[in-house]
């Protein structure tokens, strides 16, 4: 029996080292296929895009992310735990209480230092 390959689509999230920021870490699909292989991604963090190479994993630490805190002030590159969305990592500080974080579907904008 053939194994299926797995199908992306834009905006899907996939794991890549970054080259910019020389970490692993977590990279927004943007382009691909009509098969739905992924040619290129970007990082959330430095803003790059570059070609997709297969094969890379995600590399954390053993300990997870802190619980999110909506009244918690947090800092670009933060790990925390959703109890909704799970782990993600802060990738943009859009307003004093505003911020992109990078979860495992997709890059949601969350509340934080809200008192």
């Not at 905006?11 to 290129?40: A, F, P, W, Y």
């Not at 890379?56 to 053993?62: D, E, G, H, M």
């Amino acid at each position: 029996m053939e194994e299926k390959k797995p199908v992306f689509k834009l905006g899907d999230r996939v794991d890549q080292m970054c080259l910019n920021c020389n970490e692993e870490r977590g990279h927004i699909v943007i382009s691909v296929t009509k098969t739905g292989r992924i040619t290129r991604v970007g990082c959330p963090m430095c803003e790059s895009s570059v070609t997709y190479r297969a094969g890379t994993s995600l590399r954390r630490s053993a300990k997870p992310g802190a619980p999110y805190d909506q009244g918690r002030t947090y800092r670009k590159g933060q790990i925390l735990m959703h109890p909704t969305f799970g782990e993600g990592e802060v990738t943009a500080i859009i307003e004093p209480k505003k911020m992109d974080v990078l979860f495992a579907d997709r890059v949601r904008r969350m509340i934080h230092a809200h008192s």
